[in-house]
C-alpha cells in the first residue's frame, strides 16, 4: 500500500535533484527546468498530503487549490525566464549564465 511517506519521498528527491540542477547548471533554460522540478515536487506534497488527511475540510480544499496557484506563477516564471534568456542570446549569443551581468541596466 502506498502511504504518505512515499509521496513525501518521491517529493524530496524530485525537490533534490532539482536544487542540484539549479546550483550546478549553467545554461539558462537548464536552471528553469530545475526550478520546474522543484515547483512539481511541491505541488506533489500538496496533492499527497490533502488527499491523505482530506478529514479536514479547509486543508483538503488548499492542497487542491494551491497547486493551481503554483502551476500559474510557474508559468509566469517561465515567460520571464524565456524572455531573459531570449534577451541574453540575442546580446551575447550564448545562454550562458555567467555571461548575465550585461543585463545589468
Known sequence: MITVWHYAI???LLFVIGLYGALTRR???SVLMSVELMF???NIN???FSYYFKNENVAFLAGQVFPLFVIAIAASEVTVG???ALA???NRSVVNLDSADILRG
Do not use: K, T
Request: aromatic content about 12%; hydrophobic content about 70%; charged content about 5%.
Open 46 to 48: 500538496f496533492v499527497a
Open 10 to 12: 518521491l517529493s524530496a
Open 27 to 29: 545554461n539558462a533554460i
Open 82 to 84: 524565456l524572455a531573459l
Open 88 to 90: 541574453l542570446y540575442r
Open 40 to 42: 512539481n515536487a511541491a
